[in-house]
């Protein structure tokens, strides 16, 4: 991300923001080899920085994937027990990644993995209400009765559900195919929501997540998010970017 100059020396505690534009005035900085004029912005994850002659400290890259997670993966970053973590899927990604939440591990779908700490937990509250679409697979026919419990609200040990939107997609073969999107981010809570109202949940999948779905993502595979939908992301959970300010 772009950030003026200043900023991103005082940043870097090399000099406060008034003496770094000194220092740019002075013509001391230099933007990949190119003495830097005040007022310039540059992004410190891909260009090279220099204060005479001493380049500051690289900032890490963030990187953001979009991940068609399988069943029989946990997701965390790592397991003390040796189980198959969401990262295994993503064996070339050198940075210091983690997933934005959970899926269980008998749960597929999209899942984002980031080392953007900042969007993570922008997207992570509650406040923010990003939506999550899940279609599930329950034993039996759903009744719409059952699925306007889920659109009000229900109980649960940990509280009332926020309304959640509710569609039956068809039935066939003893089961429903039931498509659900909520906007809280509890626990098993689809699962539970539906063991509320009596119904077997036998697989469940997130199709969407915000504005994103799995198109042409094939299970198991991820695909980097281009910077428009990171700065959708960025929008959508409330956070002013630095660089965009001034
Ligand atoms: N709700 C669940 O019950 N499981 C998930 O993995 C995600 C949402």
Redesign the pocket.
Known sequence: MQERLQKIISQAGIASRRAAEQLIAAGRVTVDGRVATLGEKADPAVQSIAVDGKPLPRAERHVYYLLHKPTGYISTARDERGRRTVLDLLPEVRERIYPVG???GD?SGLLLITNDGTLMNGLLHPRYEVS?T?VAQVAGQVTEQSLEQLRRGLQLEDGMTAPAKARLLGSRGGLSKVEVTIHEGRN?????MFSAIGCDVRK?K?VRFAFLSLKDVAVGQHRPLTPKEVDRLYQLAGIVRQGDKE
């Not at 098993?188 to 539970?192: E, G, H, I, K, L």
């Open positions: 959970r899926l269980d749960t999550k899940y098993r809570q689809v699962r539970r469940l997130r």
